[in-house]
């Protein structure tokens, strides 16, 4: 076994000679940065590391989709070098961490209500619905309330199976956040947070789990991030507004929902966008963030994370669109800058 | 007349329900094997061994990483756990007497018990936690601590069957004790060692549970022992619960080479002790 | 020796132990730092063991402080809350094991049955090769088909099937959605029976043949002849090779994980989705953001550790008593 151990190292070391070869502007060792958290964004950051390593091949950023709780729990226990969460950490969480962390908001996705009934598309769905279906007053795709809402659509007679997060999931913080606003019965229930007690339905890990449990149960209806129903070509619905608009979640209604709150974003950058006025805006979205600590301990690998999450918030903003998340709104990257400012490692500032 | 045709129904019958037992027990299993043959070998290509997994939904892309990280985790706990479990099984069969033995023996079997996701437990509180980093190093821990009652048992079980004539001889030409038992005692019964290592590096190379925290996973490459690594387990599992085909045909196709390589060792182990039986 | 067991007579016969006590070989350094070094690693294994019990009665501290016994009886787990309770999935462990069991145990008899005393002799070494291979297949493959075959095929073939015939039970309720408790439990089924078919094959087979003889010479069939010769001794071991399969289901955990459904509660109908103590872990331990979240997950894994420490103990006893060392059995 020693000599597959050496095997293997001189496998690497091969295969990274030939992967690596840096462009004569960047040179110097590699440096792997590991985060972890949201998988709400996975499709995004999994672009973005793919995109950024091809623009400086020393840099390794290494993110595993393991649930915005995971991501809170690992970046406080100092596992990760970064962590990532879509409900931004509470003042507890806070107080928990060994020292200062900063929110940086990455981008806008929106949270849809996925479902799959073959051949039925264009489902629209009212808040007192959705929470009525969670709570599990509605079992059954041929209640008269879906059928009320939905006058044109044929709905079949089976069983409707509600489909939740199992893990610690920003995803459901968000979702619950929304529920708990909308619905009073849903807020005294069982209230919101990322990882609550569904009354019905069946638990799947990450967004991943959840989307691959409805594409495999007809029938099913469960919640999960837009690129997700989107690449894995399920259904999901339009959810009715403040404004009592049924709206689709899309790139636009999610940027109509952050420029509702734009102007009320706190100093930390923490901020909600759940149920915003507006007619155009999508009701169940939010800003997802990267967790970084304000002084890094190695300045090698702050300096990397601080260029990354600058080349993030600015180029990597043009990636958004494509994979279905909407860029920062203009007015908040500017801010943001200013945070990563302050970013720094003994002392000294990483940008 | 009576009682004996009855005696002779039930016979027949109690025969045909083990050969139905046997039969039934069969199917789920081939069905098992021949899923993962079937859509392994479909998602099988050049690049699956080859290349790093594509972004999200981007389709091509391999489990590269995976195949070499397993490869390293297993390597790392060989290396740990082997020359341990090998001392502590000579220790057992050579010097093990009194007290202490016996709970060394009862420790060995009880532990090879004990669900593997305790040990990944045990491990994250005192290794993942304390490094403050998820490594290869955490995950090789834990599959040492999971092939440890085996190469222990094993060793012990296989030096008891060596004659202690052999013994004598070595002393009896002035060796000493030590060298008797590393030259003579354990050259011995080291291909029947090797087998039960081999079973033991199969059984911890399908380890899922363990490594879901302590090695975690890595998109990338990793040769280092402090940093996460990939491995086709795990990658199995994260693959199996997605909502996208081509991580579906990967998943199939990483069973495949995971069931191929731990039936290949599993077989040669066997093989390997049928050959020493003959040939004694 | 006041109380002799296997272990104590086993250590009696080991040749080469009393070998060494009766040359009483003076020690030279070299023979005093191997020894030392031996018993060294030998200590590693039961403080591997030890270390383990330590570390998650530590890591589950505050979570026993904080709910003592109830832990065991409170059905909530309710993280936002802090509610943690731990009967859900001591439900769900012990009933989808059950559940594995009765399906398990009367096919791996009569599979064992079947390769030790019926078999042609040329199928025995092949059938039980394959068997054991069977055993081999890691917890996640077994997950891997549970998602994509077994969980449809139940979904849409057994659990209406099911529905119509035995809808009228509470067992038989609720949606037919495949993952479940019941496909846990048919797939801890699946994956148990090698393990029961081979040791209470290899019980089977140690029964001396002359107790067959003696039972068809007085007239037996071959059937009579297992019932009344190789059953009553191969009994304690067979019990014991049951028990070890209970210790698997138990503890197993990807395979169970990926098809159970992860809910925790209490529900009568086995289409319902349930939860393991091993699944929650696998799914929670790594997310949970509070310390008493992660304390509460500890403790549930003490649990899952003591109960499968105490069963191997009382496993290997009964299969240590028709003369055989029991292989390792380990979920995963």
Redesign the interface.
Known sequence: ??K??R???V???V??GC?SSPPATVSGAPI?L?G?GATFP??LY??W??EYQKRDPRV?I???S??S??G???I?????DFGASDAPMNDD?LG?APAKLIHVPTALGAVVVTYNLPGVSGLKLSAELIAAVFLGEI?SWADPMIAAANPGLKLPA??L?VTYR???SGTTAVFTEYLAKVSPAWKEKV????????PV??????N??V???????P??LGYVEL??AK??G?AFALVQNRAKAFVAPSVDSVKAAAAAVADTIPDDLRVSIVDPPGADAYPIASFTYILAYAAQPDAVKGKALAQFLWWAIHDGQLLAPG?DYAPLPAALALRIEAKLKLLEANGAPLL | MDAYRRRKVIDVGARAACVAATLLAVVPLVSVLAYVVVRGAAGLSWSFFTALPQPVGEAGGGVANAILGSLQLVGIACVLGVPVGVLAGIYLAEYGRGRFATAVRYAADVMSGIPSIAVGIFVYTLLVLSMRHFSALAGGVALAVLMLPTVTRTTEELLKLVPDSLREAGLALGVPRWRVVLKVVLRTGAPGIATGIMLAVARAAGETAPLLFTAFNNRFWSASLVEPIASLPVQIFTYAVSPYEEWHRQAWAAALVLVVLVLLMNAGARVLTRARGRSR | MQRPNALDLRRALTPSASFWAWTGTEANLGDRLFHGAAALCAFGVVAALAGMGVEMIRASLSSIERFGLGFVTEVTWDPVRELFGAAPFIFGTIVSSLLALAIAVPVAVGVAIFLAELAPAWLRTPASFVVELLAAIPSVVYGLWGVFVLAPWLRDTVQPALAAALGFLPFFGGPARGFGMLAGGLILAIMILPTIASVSRDVMVAVPTSYREAALALGATRFETVQVAVLPHAKAGIVGAVILGLGRALGETMAVTMVIGNRAEISASLFAPAATLASVIANEYAEATSDLYLAALSELGLMLFAVTLILNIGARLLVGKVGRAAPGVRGG
Not at chain 1, 76 to 80: A, G, M, Q, Y
Not at chain 1, 192 to 198: E, I, T
């Open positions: 076994m020693h597959s151990v095997l293997s190292l496998v690497i070391a295969s990274m992967r792997s590991q972890a996975y499709p999994s672009k590391v793919a390794r290494n993110y595993q393991i649930g709780g995971g809170i729990r690992q406080t226990e100092r596992t990760v969480e928990r079992s089976g069983p199976m199992s893990d610690g209230g919101s947070g990322k990882s609550v007690k569904f339905g069946l638990g799947a890990k990450g991943e789990g989307a691959g449990q409805i594409k495999a149960t029938g099913s690129a997700y690449q894995a399920l994979l």
